[in-house]
């Protein structure tokens, strides 16, 4: 697992997301699922209405994420369907099989690092963040930056971001934080957010994070729970700034009901962003781009 | 250590922060000196210019957080100094001894917790807030709250906040979020001002966080340096909301240089806070309020 990590830092540091790195992201899958066949299938209590959780431990005792029972499915055709994604044919894929193939390769990613090494938190959500840049790079068809320049009378300089995809002179710039779970922190997506629409002006970055899940799992009791607060995010895209989507790959219900609210926060799944027809092939056609 | 812990805890869950947590702050300061007399002082390699730093090491090869060898004095000394603070006496201190004095109690009880639990921080957060709570608690004569009501069209609830001290109908309301450090995650306190001054109009709350330090232990080469991130300090000033002052105990120059720029970002040390002449106190003066 960890020569597969290595061996995709050195491709994306070296060529970023694009085909070079396709190679790499199979094999590290491959390594995912090998340390997980290894792993006994640990039952969770879920708190979460019409969610089912399992955890996976390792012989050492350490053990994984909650994993979504209905949304993990079979790792092999998961891989070879997130790798067809990548190679162009998102749009030969239902929205709900590119949320469970993209769900379970990630969570699968995450997991096998938790149950080979403890307390490290930050190998995960690099790997999950170089996972969605390779997608969306895919579907987009242009490469991420992680910095803008910012030219403002006597202030000038590189301003650091999360993942910008940029789409051209007048068209669509999107500002794509990659977050595994986000609880209070989000606040500082909608800040970032805030900065680029004072610095670029209002409208001309379109943000929307993708988060692999909010869930919490208590040591103790094995019980899973959501943690939401879908109160504060009214509070924020109201006050602070207003971001296109919110993206999960395991969405929490809570979130889902802020469609329907109005003004409504729009939280999507992965498969919806990426499908035929989704909300990404929507934006690029409404502005004349290829998809 | 512990003990003295869930004792002021008890009492700040029970009274808040006034006189009746004054006993408990004393004892928790003198568990805190019964644990670091046993430590080793271990020097380390500072990379930042004009201070030096030390840690303690305790007996299970626990280390503390840095120390700065200026700013640490006397702990016994601090201790009746912090007290005497917290007894209305403010005025008969300097700021640059009441930032020592602070800075001493702070470092010492995070440090106490450093070398006897591994691996925890929240504890250390946690105590830090409240021995600041209780400053401010005793300068401004008000209890804080810690949640807003909000109460807009529709939309009704309560918003949980940093510290609030509210000063009165027309007169200001302090909003002091309590760090132990900030790095990037400093965004967020510019985030929920920003909240505030929509929700409730731009300038009703003065936002001014209380941070301990930004120094960072490299736990292989001993080398302390400080994550300072002035820069986008500025942009966030500029384009997030105004923060009335950043006050710090440890105060990096990078942040101080911050003054001198237009527009400023007025950083400051708790002494020049708190002390006779100080900041908190002009303010009251200007708003005719006892001090």
Redesign the interface.
């Known amino acids: 697992m960890k020569t597969a990590y290595k061996d995709l830092q050195q491709k994306v540091n070296r060529c970023g997301f694009g085909p070079e790195c396709h190679s790499s992201i199979r094999a590290m899958i491959k390594a995912a699922d090998t340390v997980l066949s290894k792993c006994d299938r640990l039952p969770l209590t879920s708190t979460i209405p019409g969610k089912a959780y399992f955890a996976l431990e390792g012989k050492s005792g350490l053990r994984s994420r909650p994993i979504n029972s209905s949304l993990f499915a079979s790792l092999q055709e998961s891989a070879d369907r997130f790798l067809d994604i990548l190679n162009g044919n998102r749009r030969a894929h239902s929205s709900d099989d590119i949320t469970a193939a993209v769900y379970t390769v990630a969570v699968a990613c995450c997991a096998a690092i938790d149950v080979i090494s403890k307390?490290d938190r930050k190998t995960q959500g690099t790997l999950f963040e170089w996972l969605c840049a390779a997608l969306i790079r895919a579907t987009l068809r242009v490469c991420p930056t992680r910095s803008l320049e910012?030219l403002n009378l006597d202030?000038r300089?590189k301003?650091?971001t999360d993942f910008i995809f940029d789409m051209g002179s007048e068209k669509p710039k999107f500002h794509l934080p990659v977050k595994t779970s986000t609880r209070e922190?989000i606040?500082?997506v909608?800040?970032?957010q805030?900065?680029l629409?004072?610095?670029y002006g209002a409208g001309r970055f379109l943000a929307m994070p993708i988060i692999l899940t909010e869930t919490k799992l208590d040591a103790k009791t094995l019980a899973v729970t959501e943690i939401c607060l879908p109160?504060?995010w009214?509070?924020?895209q109201?006050?602070?700034a207003s971001l296109w989507n919110v993206c999960y790959l395991d969405a929490p219900g809570e979130y889902l009901k802020l469609n329907n609210v109005f003004p409504p926060v729009r939280v999507v799944t992965i498969g919806d962003m990426l499908a035929k027809d989704g909300h990404i092939e929507q934006l690029l056609l409404a502005h004349g781009l290829p998809y």
Chains 1, 2 share one sequence.
């Open positions: 307390s910012v202030l300089g301003l650091p922190r606040i500082q909608w800040a970032h805030r900065v629409d004072g610095v109160w504060q009214r509070l924020y109201m006050h602070i």
